[in-house]
């Protein structure tokens, strides 16, 4: 029982890890439709965002470095964003599957970028006193980062949540995704819309970076180990569904542990690929569907 | 266009050559681009220096040495092709490189092909002996084997559990373990593995955690290690409390990991850049020298510098580059290795390594807690255990 | 009026420019089973035979994605079916009476694993080279395009696959061989490290692409063929004129799908060794790029590209390992984003601009120039 | 840019000359045998709203019936329903004593119903005369259409002939001007030799030439056939209809009339008027609408 506890919460953290990851995606893929392969080195570039603050503010400040990685990151991978929407996405609306491979090119090139910059090793960066340890809840074992983790992803997805339909530059944003056209003879900036939900997306793709900093070290390839994960999550969810992608995430990351539980890591993994293939055969559209009527 | 771009190099592929001219060619293959070039690069540096300090003191049978530097790019296939390309077009006397068990495994029948002659700097699983291989890393019994022993009486453990990165070495070195541990009465408790890179580790700790084993053998690669030992501690199982000994990280990962999130844990290698001696003190000076004060030298590092100077010290003994002239000429052949003096086994061109058992220490180096009695003889088939008969 | 009609009646439609295809094709095998051989160095024509290979899985890549708008992200899962299967086959054979293949002295394992039991015969194992991975291929299709997905989701479901099959393969090290994958020294009878023999295997590559190379023509040339463009750019439409999109989409992937396949079986004895390394996503995507780089929309268009990005990387990266990263990378963004119709789009550009070129700038425009991705 | 479409070719082929007002009616509805289509109890819901309602209609060989109606009043979702895109709630339709509800719109077109969009689709990758092969090879199995094809079928020289696109046979599709575009979808339709055809909007976007053209094209489908056309053009209607059918809001209001009988109907009337008086408030277009002239063509909604 005590191991069935564990594993669920071992789920929901891997689980919120996921939701972090796929949470900018749920923008840039699921609103706007643009397959950005380079998410994942958004994300690696948020976490030597990590590394750089942590540099310059010395080792007596990691705490206060930490906590101004998350905005810091948030900046970088937003402007990296930006310009990657602005030199090549812009000229590739319409083409998705061309945009899938030029950003995978950006993501080649975004790696190689960071092996010259910092080195072919991983770097370490390290964490604020705060987030090491852990304790015991119910008799289950909980580390202090994967804590934090969790209550990241929440803060995140209630930001996010907020500025989509809370906010009028969210409102707008809907607006273009629901009916491009229209919005845009409604007097909406469509560009200046996509540019700001670009960064937004790239902006929590920097943002994820910063978590992960404290699951592992920082290599130019952190952001291939997420990618495929942080796009099924979003398909399996429902296109830019925040409500699917958080059940989507939550629901993964539980498979994924209790079935590892049973069998073992690699397998875990297989079986969970397999899964979404079948589920989507089920619900093509994903957990969350948007009502459409015919195909237009 | 084509056919001209590629070249008209033919020519046979003699065995042994690169002897034409002034100087001796040899190839040096090992991944400079890829995941696995975080640790190759540094084996390549060992190499290059090691043909440097034989070049300044003239070189071998009066020629200079000139190495082919290849790029592995972390890739099998890559290394049988760059290994090819070495042998038959630019006709090397010998290839140092490798890194992976799996590139070792992909060049092997290039090397018997050909009859040329490769040098493989990095400990792994056994259960290999190539004529054209010398193995300059450990073999299991020189290396996992006394790593057990340690835990088995100076710790007291009487039930492991096996975590390993899933990939070839952990498995095989599992299956030797496992069969160590049920002829010397040591349980072991559960086997998980996690995918190579994988840093997702709390359903393994859980696992561990309930299984309550005495010590934990780790076989994890890299940066598994970092997000292994976090999660282990934030469980309530730190260094202090349960002891996990690794194979799979030294010295130069720990300057990748950051010294502070292994601190404490056990390691099992052959070498340390703190083991003592002159002949150390002079490698490790020379490769900070090269490469920069903030370089640390490692248990693969020396075994890459040391198996170049071996092959240089069989070539003079045997007078010519010939790849049986230079395997007849190992046999036996000794030199004052950093780690210690070491001796080529005739048998199975492995080498007689002493064990060293270690603790990293908070400034990133290793501190040898204990040492075997004297080099012990590579048995890379186990055939000295009874107990791996089964193998 | 009728007489028009009468002749637009008998007219042949389709192959406009037969000879000067053939030529082309005479020329180019001509290079190929003679020129190449008597001019390279035995490591030189070992590398081209490896380029060949994948030229085989550039025609199925073009076939898929160019005529077919599916862009197949995993076909690194097909390639490793049919190179698995035949790695099998080549183990069992090397094996010494009574001994087990040589990747189980890692494993320890007593009986060689039951799958590999019928891969003992060498027509089960050819079969199963191509069969395979199409079989594999049409269970998916026929899953997936009944339920409608396309485009990005396809890709990015086939790119899960690959991902997934590549840990499946290394985490079942007792029957694949784990991350070191299998390693092979003959080839039915052809001893890999003979030149003779390596010349031999060369020219079987070079007739298997050929042959491909015909089957994927005759495709792209056939009513079917017409049909997967059709597809690609109106599925909905061609619903509505009586054909299952569904069939149509699942023929050209499975067809991709074989030849990826074969071009596995035939990579195992041209490089020697098949692991998992060889068919992750990285490697995956590195194939789309081959035809995006040659031409999505041309099979001798990919062939080249397949065989040039090929060269490069072995002269870039051996002498910039780093500059071939970045190289690969703006190749990506340069060719996709900027000239989507690769080389073979440069060739086909002149031929519409003859004209105009000979004749000056004033006057008027070719026919229809513009031809639409189908992306 | 693009050549001008080619005039029509109908004079001296009496099947296809336009027909005057004075022509007597060219099917006798009330004679007419078993109804080629029968559609009974229809109902369709997305979500809460209700698309259709309670539909009951019939079409009989040999006629050209206007389906009519102002927009959102479900026209295109009977169509959709008739060739399998969009599954019923309730009700059936059954072609030909052929239950069509429940079959894939592949296996419909089958059974002999064709269709057109509202958005002319062809493939603009391929030619012509390879758009029309296609259309008339969906009958051939995957070894037939394996083969390359060689000259062009019977089917495919009569959709030439009759579309004016016999000149066009070699250019790509895309090239064509939109009114080409459009009878080279119906001609993909009459290639395909179907029993039903329905015509979404066929005329959207044309000059009173192309109009005229299309019509004309229509009669001469309607031989031995029935056409089903969803039109906003009263005008277009007027000329061309044999029998009409008025939707309005999901339901039937008229249904199986004469185009007189329509255009004398006073909630016929109510509907249009009220919606072209909603037009002129809301988009400040000038009422061109007058009774009996219900509607101005759509031209800008149908682009």
């Known amino acids: 029982m005590e191991q069935l506890f564990s594993q669920i919460f071992v789920g929901l953290s891997i689980g919120s890890i996921l939701l972090l990851v796929a949470l900018g995606l749920t923008f840039t893929f699921g609103q706007m439709g643009v397959i950005n392969m380079a998410h994942g080195e958004f994300i690696m570039a948020g976490a030597y965002t990590t590394y750089v603050v942590q540099q310059a503010l010395g080792d007596g400040a990691t705490s206060t470095a930490f906590l101004l990685s998350l905005p810091a990151a948030l900046v970088v991978a937003g402007l990296l964003g930006l310009a990657l929407e602005a030199l090549l996405i812009r000229r590739l609306y319409g083409r998705p599957l061309d945009t899938l491979l030029v950003t995978w090119g950006v993501a080649l090139i975004l790696q190689q970028l960071a092996r010259d910059l910092f080195g072919a090793q991983n770097v370490e960066v390290k964490s604020p006193g705060w987030l090491n340890g852990g304790t015991e809840v119910l008799g289950v074992g909980v580390a202090y980062n994967r804590i934090f983790i969790m209550v990241l992803a929440l803060a995140a997805t209630a930001g996010a949540w907020f500025v989509v339909s809370r906010m009028k530059q969210g409102r707008r944003m809907r607006a273009v995704m629901q009916n491009r056209q229209l919005a845009a003879a409604s007097g909406i900036g469509t560009a200046a819309v996509d540019r700001r939900t670009f960064f937004l997306g790239s902006g929590l793709a920097g943002v994820a970076g910063v978590a992960i900093t404290q699951l592992g070290s920082v290599g130019p390839t952190l952001g291939q180990n997420y990618i495929v994960d942080a796009f099924l999550v979003v398909v399996a969810g429902g296109l830019g569904k925040l409500r699917g992608a958080v059940i989507a995430a939550l629901v993964l990351g539980l498979c994924n542990s209790l079935i590892e539980y049973w069998t073992e890591a690699s397998l875990a993994k297989v079986i969970v690929f397999v899964l979404i293939v079948a589920f989507l055969q089920l619900r093509p559209q994903g957990i969350v569907a948007q009502e459409t009527r015919g195909l237009a | ?391 | 009026m009728s007489a028009l009609l009468a002749t637009v009646r008998r007219r042949v439609v389709g192959p406009r420019e037969e000879l000067p295809a053939r030529i082309a094709f005479a020329i180019v095998a001509f290079l190929l089973i003679v020129v190449a051989p008597s001019m390279l160095s035995d490591f030189r024509l070992g590398l081209l035979a490896k380029y060949l290979v994948f030229a085989i899985v550039a025609v199925g890549i073009a076939l898929a994605w160019g005529r077919g708008g599916m862009l197949v992200l995993g076909q690194g899962l097909f390639f490793g079916l049919g190179g698995y299967a035949m790695a099998m086959h080549l183990q069992l054979a090397e094996a010494p009476d009574g001994q087990p293949p040589a990747f189980m002295t890692l494993t320890g394992a007593e009986h060689v694993p039951g799958i590999w039991g019928p891969f003992e015969s060498t027509a089960f194992t050819l079969a199963m080279v191509v069969l395979l991975p199409m079989l594999a291929a049409t269970l998916l299709g026929l899953l997936v395009f009944r339920s409608r997905v396309r485009g990005p989701y396809f890709a990015i479901l086939t790119q899960a696959l690959a991902a997934a099959f590549v840990i499946f393969l290394v985490g079942q090290q007792q029957f694949s061989g784990g991350t070191n994958g299998l390693t092979v020294m003959t080839f039915f009878g052809l001893d890999l490290a003979d030149p003779d023999d390596k010349r031999t295997l060369y020219l079987i590559v070079v007739a298997v692409l050929a042959l491909v190379f015909l089957i994927g023509r005759q495709l792209v040339r056939s009513r079917y063929g017409r049909l997967l463009v059709a597809v690609r750019d109106a599925e909905d439409r061609v619903r509505f004129l009586g054909y299952d999109p569904t069939l149509v989409k699942v023929v050209a992937f499975a067809a991709s799908a074989g030849m990826a396949g074969l071009a596995g079986a035939l990579f195992v004895p041209v490089v020697g060794i098949i692991s998992p390394a060889s068919l992750g996503i990285v490697p995956s995507i590195e194939m789309v790029i081959w035809v995006a780089v040659g031409g999505r929309l041309s099979l001798a268009g990919a062939i080249a590209g397949a065989v040039l990005v090929n060269y490069a990387k072995t002269e870039l990266s051996e002498q910039l390992p780093s500059a071939w990263l970045y190289g690969q990378g703006l190749l990506f963004v340069v060719v996709v984003a900027f000239a989507p119709r690769g080389i073979a789009g440069i060739g086909e550009w002149l031929r519409e601009n003859r004209g105009r070129l000979r004749r000056g700038r004033d006057a008027t425009p070719a026919a229809a120039t513009t031809v639409e991705e189908g992306a | 840019m693009s050549p001008q479409p080619t005039p029509p070719r109908a004079e001296g082929d009496p099947a296809i000359r336009p027909r005057h007002p004075s022509d007597p009616p060219q099917t006798p509805p009330e004679k007419a045998g078993e109804p080629l289509l029968r559609i009974r109890g229809l109902g369709v819901q997305f979500g809460g709203f209700h698309a259709l309602t309670d539909v009951d209609f019939d079409a009989r060989e040999g006629e050209v019936h206007f389906l009519i109606g102002p927009n959102g009043a479900g026209k295109t979702t009977l169509v959709d329903i008739i060739t399998g895109l969009t599954k019923p709630t309730t009700g059936s339709v059954s072609f030909d004593g052929q239950q069509l509800v429940g079959h894939k719109e592949h296996r419909i077109v089958h059974f002999g119903v064709g269709r057109t969009f509202q958005a002319a689709t062809v493939f603009e990758a391929l030619t012509v005369g390879e758009n029309l092969d296609l259309a008339a090879s969906y009958r051939l199995g995957l070894r037939r259409l394996l083969r390359q094809p060689r000259g062009h079928a019977d089917a495919v020289v009569e959709a030439l002939e009759v579309t004016g696109l016999a000149d066009e046979v070699d250019k790509s599709a895309g090239a064509l001007a939109h009114g080409q575009k459009q009878w080279l979808e119906i001609g993909m339709l009459l290639a395909q030799g179907p029993r039903l055809l329905l015509l979404d909007e066929p005329v959207a976007g044309m000059s009173p030439d192309e109009r005229t053209r299309t019509g004309e094209l229509i009669r001469y489908l309607a031989r031995g056939r029935t056409v089903l056309v969803v039109e906003h053009d009263m005008d277009f209607m007027r000329r061309f209809a044999d029998r009409v059918t008025v939707l309005h809001e999901g339901r039937i209001l008229r249904a199986d009339a004469t185009v007189a009988e329509v255009q004398a109907d006073p909630t016929v009337q109510e509907v249009y008027i009220g919606r072209a008086r909603d037009d002129r408030n809301s988009a400040g277009r000038s009422g061109a609408a007058a009774a009996g002239a219900p509607a101005a063509s759509d031209d800008e909604e149908a682009a």
Not at chain 2, 25 to 51: C, F, P, Q, R
Not at chain 2, 132 to 147: C, D, E, L, R, V
Not at chain 2, 167 to 172: G, I, K, N, S
Request: proline residues 5%.
């Open chain 2, 1 to 391: 266009m084509l056919l001209a771009a590629c070249g008209s190099d033919s020519g046979d592929s003699g065995s042994g050559g690169g002897g034409g001219g002034d100087t001796i060619k040899v190839g040096v293959l090992h991944s400079l681009s890829g995941t696995m070039a975080i640790s190759e690069v540094s084996v390549k540096d060992a190499e290059l220096l090691a043909i440097e300090e034989l070049n300044a003191e003239g070189g071998v049978l009066g020629k200079k040495i000139e190495p082919v530097v290849e790029d592995g790019a972390s890739d099998w296939p890559t290394f049988a092709e760059k290994a090819q390309k070495l042998i038959s077009q630019d006709k090397v006397a010998a290839t140092f490189g490798g890194w992976t068990s799996a590139s070792r495994k992909a060049m092997l029948p290039v090397f018997e092909r050909n009859k040329a002659l490769l040098y493989y700097p990095v400990q792994y699983e056994g259960l290999e002996a190539s004529p054209y291989i010398f193995y300059s890393g450990a073999t299991t019994n020189q290396q996992i084997i006394p790593a057990l022993e340690y835990l088995k009486t100076e710790k007291k453990a009487k039930s492991l559990y096996l975590v390993g990165s899933d990939y070839v070495f952990p498995r095989t070195a599992n299956k030797e373990i496992k069969a160590w541990a049920a002829a010397n009465g040591v349980k072991v408790l559960g086997e998980e593995y996690a995918p190579l890179g994988s840093t997702e580790f709390s359903t393994i700790v859980n696992k561990v955690k309930a299984a309550n084993p005495d010590a934990v053998f780790n076989t994890l690669n890299g940066d598994s290690n970092v997000a292994f030992f976090k999660q282990l501690e934030g469980a309530g199982l730190p260094a202090t409390k349960l002891p996990v000994v690794s194979v799979s990280i030294a010295e130069d990962e720990v300057r990748g990991i950051g010294a502070s999130k292994v601190e404490g844990q056990i390691v099992a290698w052959n070498y340390y850049q703190t083991t003592p001696g002159a002949a150390n003190e002079k490698f490790v000076a020379a490769y900070k020298k090269k490469y920069g004060a903030k370089r640390v030298t490692d248990d693969p590092i020396e075994a890459a510098y040391l198996q170049v100077k071996l092959w240089a010290a069989a070539v003079e003994k045997a007078g010519s580059t010939d790849v049986e002239k230079v395997k007849a000429a190992s046999k036996g052949l000794t030199y004052d290795a950093p780690e210690g003096k070491v001796t080529i086994d005739g048998d199975n061109q492995h080498i007689y390594k002493t064990a060293r058992i270690g603790v990293i220490q908070p400034d990133g180096l290793i501190k040898t807690v204990w040492e075997s009695k004297g080099p012990i003889k590579p048995d890379p088939f186990l055939k000295t255990y009874p107990w791996a008969k089964g193998l």
